[in-house]
């Protein structure tokens, strides 16, 4: 996988949005509950250990809580992201790639595990995919500002230049 998408707003109607400054600034996309790869890890290890990684996910999808917010949505098509927000960003996830749950000697039912290692100790970058929102990658690890685009008519834009 080369790239996933996100749609967001600008605030407004006393609605909470963020601009593509907004998101230099905060350094990216973060979970609200990872703020560091190893954050992640720990997350993803404590979700499947308990069998509620599927249940968030689910929730996640949802209702997007900040109790859920072990994730942060996109498409993995621009299809699914795009719905006539203001913003719209592509995040560079080269080497992403869809592994077997045995990488962490478990099972994760309605579940699909990403990695762009060879197993978690050595990723970086970690989503997972709920089966019944097969194009919405909920990714699990910060991703660092210099990895995302900002879509500006036909062109994709470094936000760094925002």
């Known amino acids: 996988m080369q790239y996933a998408y996100r749609g967001e707003d ?7 949005g963020r601009t593509p400054a907004d998101v230099k600034t905060a350094g990216g996309f973060t ?21 509620t990684l599927a249940q968030q996910a689910q929730s996640w ?7 859920n917010g072990w994730f942060f949505s996109t ?7 795009y719905d006539n927000y ?18 962490m000697k478990a099972d994760v039912k309605g579940m699909s595990l ?8 050595d990723s970086t970058l970690i989503a997972v995919v709920w089966s019944v929102r097969p194009t919405e990658l909920l990714i699990m690890t910060p991703v660092a500002a210099a990895a995302v685009e900002v879509k500006d008519g036909e062109r994709w834009n470094p936000l760094s230049a925002y």
Request: one cysteine or more; glycine letters at 8%; proline letters at 3%.
């Open 114 to 121: 990403y990695l762009n290692g060879t197993s978690l100790d």
């Open 61 to 67: 999808c949802m209702y997007k809580n900040k109790e």
């Open 86 to 103: 203001d913003f719209f960003y592509r995040l560079a996830i080269d080497g992403l790639k869809k592994v077997d749950w045995s990488v």
């Open 31 to 51: 979970p609200w509950q990872a703020k560091t790869v190893d954050d992640a890890k720990s997350n993803l290890v404590r979700l499947v250990t308990t069998g």
């Open 10 to 16: 600008n605030a407004r109607a006393g609605k909470p």
């Open 75 to 81: 498409g993995t098509d621009t299809q699914t992201a």
